[in-house]
């Protein structure tokens, strides 16, 4: 195995890089990105039930789907390679590409554990479905990753394709309430270096969070994230771009093709978490209802309300926050290493943030849970 050279990032990405300020981020992650599944993304992939994935139809346009398969359906036969033993349904608009073979970006993401890996490669069929083959794969953080839980319904019965050059009605109220998106975005030059493909990505945030500028167009925002910035990079270069928005209670998918500008100074907004914002002009639009098994739930039973008691300063950039139950009830004892997912209603920011911090506090604490959590600019 091996590792991709400290320059990973094409000239698209490096642009967008110094545009956003943020440095020579090749010089650190560098070795973040590799040509090859590590054992721990292999195990990941391998146990999920579903993979979002990014390509081009025959005629260029670029599209984003969900492919699921039954359990089990992935596998790992080296470092090198993600098998799917699944077939698209024929209204999938990636189902002609996956037959004739291409390239394919790929995002394994489990909303449960709130884990995702990206990687993008080739694919071509094999004797019981598909191969795909990597050229570059890395992790991502659970930063606005809606908790979900998972289940599967036996009695699905797949609706008609329909086809849209604008949005009606149910599909702008599906918009405004998502807070779950993906896109899918590509990049070609002449070489044949590794970071020419596809790429697809998670996008989440507080329902409402993409907002509809019109029938024909969409405006993502455009969060703090870990400053790779493949999908800008991609548009910069090549605007094509595919979104997909899932209806988790009804295993619906709702694909949309068109192209992407980005807008660098956006000035004041209704969501001040945005650092830019993505126009997307729609260009094509598909319905496809009840064309998966999968169901998805949020998991709010399992919350509690709670409440800072106390903070104390452990040095100039880290603090410790005592949080305690607001209904005065034991907590559940925590384990070493184990971390808590936090939503917090920040001042002036649309809806609330999610956050995942480790525990620091004694595990055997049943009144207080500790957090010491670093600031930075």
């Not at 470092?79 to 699944?86: A, E, G, H, I, K």
């Not at 990206?118 to 694919?123: C, L, S």
Request: glycine residues 8%; neutral net charge.
């Amino acid at each position: 195995m091996t590792q991709v050279p400290t320059t990973p990032f094409h000239q698209g990405e490096r642009e967008a890089q110094h545009r956003a300020g943020v440095g020579d981020v090749a010089s650190w992650a560098g070795g973040f990105i590799r040509d090859f599944l590590p054992d721990q993304h292999r195990d990941f992939h391998t146990a999920l039930p579903f993979l979002v994935m990014a390509g081009s139809d025959l005629n260029g346009r670029t599209w984003v789907t969900v492919l699921e398969g039954a359990d089990g359906f992935l596998h790992s036969p080296t470092p090198y390679q993600l098998s799917l033993r699944t077939e698209p349904e024929p209204s999938d608009p990636l189902a002609e590409r996956l037959f004739s073979g291409g390239d394919v970006g790929v995002l394994g993401i489990d909303l449960a554990s709130r884990r995702r890996n990206r990687f993008n490669g080739r694919i071509s069929r094999s004797s019981d479905g598909y191969v795909i083959d990597v050229q570059q794969s890395f992790g991502n953080c659970p930063q606005y990753i809606q908790q979900r839980t998972l289940s599967r319904t036996q009695a699905n019965a797949p609706g008609t394709l329909k086809r849209f050059s604008q949005l009606t009605r149910d599909h702008i109220h599906w918009i405004e309430r998502a807070d779950t998106m993906f896109m899918g975005s590509g990049h070609h030059d002449h070489s044949e270096a590794r970071h020419n493909g596809f790429d697809a990505s998670h996008r989440g945030g507080a329902p409402g969070f993409v907002k509809v500028e019109s029938e024909q167009e969409l405006v993502i925002p455009d969060y703090a994230g870990n400053n790779f910035f493949n999908t800008i990079g991609n548009l910069l270069k090549d605007p094509r771009v595919g979104l997909v928005f899932v209806d988790f209670n009804q295993g619906s998918l709702l694909h949309i093709s068109g192209t992407a500008r980005i807008n660098w100074s956006p000035g004041a907004s209704s969501d001040p978490q945005a650092r830019r914002f993505i126009h997307v002009t729609i260009e094509r639009i598909l319905e496809r209802r009840h064309v998966l098994s999968l169901r998805w739930q949020r998991d709010l039973q399992h919350t509690r309300d709670l409440t800072i008691k106390r903070k104390v300063r452990e040095s100039k950039d880290v603090t410790s926050f005592y949080l305690a139950p607001v209904d005065q009830h034991p907590l559940v004892p925590a384990t070493a290493g184990q971390h808590l997912n936090v939503d917090m209603q920040i001042p002036g920011q649309l809806g609330t943030t999610s956050r995942s911090y480790s525990l620091s506090g004694d595990p055997a604490d049943s009144q207080h849970y500790r957090l010491s959590i670093k600031r930075e600019a």
